[in-house]
Each structure stands twice: as structure tokens, then as C-alpha cells.
């Protein structure tokens, strides 16, 4: 008889190479029953948005798909994770269940009842450092807390010298047949009425193969100009990695080793390298920042900001939401954003700023549109680069400090090309107009056949009467400290 099982549960890390619970699992000489748990119930846990669900859907057929490659069957099924684990360990009578950590207290509290669960039916249970170059653990000051300004942060992750090198892909599986799995369709992970996601199959590739070749392709060239060009939304120069470090189908090791390789064999590219990994190292910022504060997508990292007296205004935020702000590059990222799930850094930037200070809408609203429609919809990034861009995070912009929209949109998108493709009704205005198509004479606009306020809006708010506003807003702050 073979020997018991080790059940590997698959998480956030939906790749076979350096997955150190796979590994070691396949190092064992036990058969290896490889499963993911949708877990919607644990209340620990945040609900995925649509457009993480649809990646989900997709990395997980990529992952059942590599792992039939080696011999094995992905089982998945549908629950809270404690239960589900424990009736899988018990139906295989698998002796252990492997996984890799999620560095964050929701998914550990979730790890913790799974634990408990298979340790009352005598099944061990192993954990695996992942997601991060460094655990959060490692880096506390004299306050038990993490560093909460991004550069003495980075330094002291530098200064640590390099990752564990990844782990090579198992060469193959011993599995367990016949075990009952749901149809990846049984999650309805997929919209189907409507099915809005057109946009974003033809925009993304899935899966471990999908990002190891962007990885290889960005370190082949893009990284060479990426410091010049990296705000630039009219190129594309950044890697767009970002969904697939999200679902861990590359890890932020192999990442690190890779650009180091590339730095290491071509000189010219290292100052794009340094800084491509410095935005790595923003991700890494960004789960410090969720380990130490859970709440961090509804809770002002700065209490002051607890007064800031937003507005209400369903109107406003409906407007922004479907690009019709009269802000030509604020449009253009939100339909960007509608249409494939993703939007320029930059971009991100400027529509985020709108909504909080033009608008002076919450920040949390933001937070939760771009949750729901973003493929990279990350629990750390999102929530951080949201309080960041209002003011009330940990190292923030300073609130007073009001992007203009069409000065970001003149520098960083200077012929315009970015807009024209996401807002075709301006596509035929001049690169001197089109950030501010309200500038244009009458008969320019009838030559580009724009009927302001009727084809396309004029701006929901004036710039300078939007940044006064702003201004006074905070003002209150300073005010009631
Ligand atoms: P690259 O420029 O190639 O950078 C490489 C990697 O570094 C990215 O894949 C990403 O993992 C990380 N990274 C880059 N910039 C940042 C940053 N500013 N903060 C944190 N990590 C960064 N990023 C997410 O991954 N998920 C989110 O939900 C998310 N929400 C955001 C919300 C707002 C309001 C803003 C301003 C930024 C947000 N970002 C988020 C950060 C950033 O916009 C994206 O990581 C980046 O656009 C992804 O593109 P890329 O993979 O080509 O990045």
C-alpha cells in the first residue's frame, strides 16, 4: 500500500516553481493531492471583486492545467477553509496538509482554524514562507511596529542582501486519483448576465507561463527606458506584472532574482532595474502596512483625518466611476480601467485625486470601485496607494498637494494618444486641446465634431474652484486639531 497523502493546499501562490509547500511535497515520497478552497465564508477573509473573480476563473484553469502536466489533478472545492480541508484530509486519509503563508492577519486567522481543524483528527500541518521578500515579523522597531516611511524601509530590505533564490518546479507528481473536484464554472466566478468581460479576455494572459514571459520580455527591453518612461500611459513600459503577483502565479523572488540577473549581464540596464524593483519594493510596503493594520482599506492611518468632511454626492461618483468626469485623462484611465481591469500607475494617480479632492468623495468609495474592477485589486496596494493618494495614509502626499489634471495629462500623455484611444468622441482634437477640450473656440470643436456638455461633458468642476474647495476642506483639519 502507498504511503498516506500530503495534501498541498494552494492559496495565493497559483504556480508549480518556487511554491516551497509543492516542493517539498513532491521531495516527500508521498502522493501528492494538490487542492484550492474558494473560501467566501470565513469572515476573515475580503471578498474578491468581479474582475479578481474572472482571474481567478482563468489562473486556476492555467494551474489545473500545468499540474495534469506532471501528473496531477487540481481539487477544487467550495467553503470554509477548516471544514473543507478537513473533510478532503480525511476522505484522502492524507497524513499532512502543506501550504504556503499569506503574510496578512485575515488569511493567518484562516490558517490558524485549518490547523486547529486537522489537528483534532491528528493531521499535521506545515507552513511555507511566500509571498513576500521578507516576513513582516523580521522588521519590527522598538515600538513592536513596522517602518511606516517607505524609504528607511526599503533601505533595511535592501541591506538584507538578496532572497532565498526560487525553488525549481517539481518534475513531476505522484498524485491521488479519483478524487471529486468541482468544475472550475461550479464557483460562477465568471460573469455570464451581462457578461462584461470581454474586454478583459482580450486584454490578459493567465497563468505562470503567461507571467514568466512578460517577465522575460519586460527584462528584455522595456526595463532598459523604464525610469524615463514609467509614468508614461501613451507607452507601454511598465511590466504589468502586477494581477499575476497578486494571485502568486510569479513570486516576488523570482521577480528579484531575474531583474538582478538581467542588471548582472547587462550594465546599461541596471538603473531601470534598481528603480523597477524600488516599485517592487512598494508592494512589499504596501503588505507591511496591511500586516500591522488590518483595517486598512476603512480605517484614516491618520486619525485627523477622521473629521475631513466629505460629500455626498451620488451624481459625482457615478460620473467618475464611468469616465464622464469632462477630465480627459481622468476619463480615459476610467474606461481604461472598465474596459481591461487595469490602469496606468499614473493615471491611477490623477483619477484617484479627482475623486478626493475635486469631488471631496471618500477615499474608501475609490477604494471599493477600484476593488471591484481592477484585476490587481491587491489587499495591501490598493487600500495603501488610496490613503496615500488622500493624505490619510502612512507616508502620504500631503493632501494640499492637488494634482492638476490637465498639466499631468500635457506631461505625461503629450500627444494625446492615450486619450484618443479611450475617449474616441476627442480622438480628433488637437494634442494642444484635448487635455482641456473646454479651451478649444467653438469651430475647433465643431471640426472635431465635439458637442461640449452633449457628445462629451464639461468638467463636473472647475479645476481652480475644485482645488479651493479641496483646500478649505483640509483647512478644517488643521483647524479642529
Ligand atoms: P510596474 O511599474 O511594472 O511595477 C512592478 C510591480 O511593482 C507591479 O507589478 C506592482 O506589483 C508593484 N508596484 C508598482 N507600483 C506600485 C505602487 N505604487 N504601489 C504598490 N505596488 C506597486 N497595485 C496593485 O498591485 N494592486 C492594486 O490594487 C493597486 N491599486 C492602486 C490604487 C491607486 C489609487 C494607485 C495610485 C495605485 C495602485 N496600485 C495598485 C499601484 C500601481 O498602480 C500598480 O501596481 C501598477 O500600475 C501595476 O502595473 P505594473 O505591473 O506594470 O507595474
Given at each position: 500500500?502507498?504511503?498516506?497523502?500530503?495534501?498541498?493546499?494552494?492559496?495565493?501562490?497559483?504556480?508549480?516553481?518556487d511554491h516551497p509547500a509543492l516542493y517539498a511535497a513532491a521531495a516527500s515520497v508521498a502522493p501528492v493531492v494538490c487542492s484550492y478552497v474558494y473560501d467566501q465564508e470565513s469572515p476573515e477573509l475580503r471578498r474578491l471583486g468581479g474582475a479578481t473573480r474572472w482571474w481567478l476563473a482563468q489562473s486556476l484553469r492555467a494551474l489545473g492545467a500545468d499540474l495534469q502536466a506532471l501528473g496531477a489533478d487540481l481539487v477544487v472545492r467550495r467553503g470554509p477553509a477548516a471544514k473543507v480541508l478537513g473533510q478532503l484530509a480525511r476522505e484522502t486519509k492524507a497524513r499532512a496538509v502543506f501550504w504556503n503563508d499569506v503574510a496578512q492577519s485575515g488569511p493567518r486567522a484562516v490558517a490558524a482554524n485549518v490547523e486547529s481543524a486537522l489537528g483534532e483528527i491528528d493531521v499535521a500541518s506545515r507552513v511555507f514562507p511566500d509571498d513576500l521578500l521578507i516576513d513582516p515579523s523580521k522588521l519590527r522597531g522598538k515600538d513592536g511596529r513596522g517602518p511606516r516611511v517607505f524609504t528607511p524601509f526599503w533601505k533595511r530590505v535592501l541591506a538584507l542582501g538578496d532572497p532565498p533564490k526560487p525553488l525549481p518546479r517539481?518534475?513531476?507528481?505522484?498524485?491521488?486519483?479519483?478524487?471529486?473536484?468541482?468544475?472550475?464554472?461550479?464557483?460562477?466566478?465568471?460573469?455570464?448576465?451581462?457578461?462584461?468581460?470581454?474586454?478583459?479576455?482580450?486584454?490578459?494572459?493567465?497563468?505562470?507561463?503567461?507571467?514568466?514571459?512578460?517577465?522575460?520580455?519586460?527584462?528584455?527591453?522595456?526595463?532598459?527606458?523604464?525610469?524615463?518612461?514609467?509614468?508614461?500611459?501613451?507607452?507601454?513600459?511598465?511590466?504589468?506584472?502586477?494581477?499575476?503577483?497578486?494571485?502568486?502565479?510569479?513570486?516576488?523572488?523570482?521577480?528579484?532574482?531575474?531583474?538582478?540577473?538581467?542588471?548582472?549581464?547587462?550594465?546599461?540596464?541596471?538603473?531601470?532595474?534598481?528603480k523597477f524593483l524600488s516599485e517592487l519594493g512598494w508592494r512589499e510596503f504596501s503588505r507591511?502596512?496591511?500586516?500591522?493594520?488590518?483595517?486598512?482599506?476603512?480605517?484614516?492611518?491618520?486619525?485627523?483625518?477622521?473629521?475631513?468632511?466629505?460629500?455626498?454626492?451620488?451624481?459625482?461618483?457615478?460620473?467618475?466611476?464611468?469616465?464622464r468626469t469632462?477630465?480627459?485623462?481622468?476619463?480615459?484611465g476610467m474606461r481604461e480601467l472598465w474596459h481591461t481591469g487595469s490602469m496606468h500607475n499614473r493615471v491611477r494617480m490623477v483619477a484617484a485625486s479627482v475623486l478626493v479632492k475635486h469631488l471631496l468623495i471618500d477615499w474608501r468609495l475609490g477604494e471599493q470601485w477600484f476593488w471591484d474592477t481592477l484585476v490587481d485589486a491587491d489587499p495591501g496596494s490598493n487600500p495603501a496607494s488610496w490613503?496615500?493618494?488622500?493624505?490619510?495614509?502612512?507616508?502620504?502626499?500631503?493632501?494640499?498637494?492637488?494634482?492638476?489634471?490637465?498639466?499631468q495629462g500635457e506631461k505625461f500623455d503629450s500627444q494625446g494618444s492615450y486619450v484618443r484611444r479611450w475617449v474616441p468622441e476627442l480622438a480628433r482634437l488637437p494634442a494642444a486641446l484635448i487635455h482641456q477640450p473646454w479651451a478649444a473656440k467653438p469651430l475647433e470643436l465643431a471640426e472635431a465634431g465635439i458637442a461640449l456638455g452633449r457628445s462629451y461633458p464639461a468638467p463636473i468642476v472647475d479645476h481652480k474652484q475644485g482645488r479651493e474647495r479641496a483646500l478649505a476642506a483640509y483647512a478644517t483639519l488643521r483647524t479642529s486639531d
Open positions: 500500500m502507498s504511503s498516506p497523502p500530503i495534501i498541498v493546499w494552494f492559496r495565493e501562490s497559483l504556480r508549480l516553481s517539481p518534475a513531476r507528481l505522484s498524485s491521488v486519483s479519483v478524487v471529486a473536484s468541482l468544475a472550475i464554472d461550479e464557483l460562477a466566478l465568471e460573469p455570464t448576465r451581462p457578461d462584461w468581460a470581454g474586454g478583459l479576455r482580450a486584454t490578459w494572459q493567465v497563468g505562470e507561463r503567461a507571467a514568466q514571459g512578460r517577465l522575460a520580455r519586460f527584462l528584455d527591453a522595456p526595463v532598459r527606458t523604464y525610469a524615463a518612461n514609467r509614468d508614461r500611459p501613451d507607452v507601454e513600459s511598465t511590466s504589468r506584472l502586477s494581477a499575476h503577483l497578486r494571485f502568486g502565479e510569479i513570486s516576488p523572488r523570482q521577480v528579484w532574482h531575474a531583474a538582478r540577473f538581467a542588471a548582472a549581464e547587462r550594465p546599461a540596464f541596471a538603473p531601470g532595474i534598481d507591511h502596512l496591511l500586516y500591522d493594520n488590518p483595517d486598512l482599506a476603512t480605517r484614516n492611518l491618520q486619525p485627523s483625518f477622521n473629521a475631513f468632511p466629505w460629500t455626498q454626492d451620488g451624481a459625482a461618483l457615478a460620473a467618475w466611476q464611468r469616465g469632462g477630465y480627459p485623462i481622468v476619463d480615459a490613503q496615500w493618494v488622500a493624505g490619510s495614509g502612512a507616508d502620504a502626499a500631503p493632501y494640499f498637494r492637488v494634482f492638476n489634471p490637465m498639466l
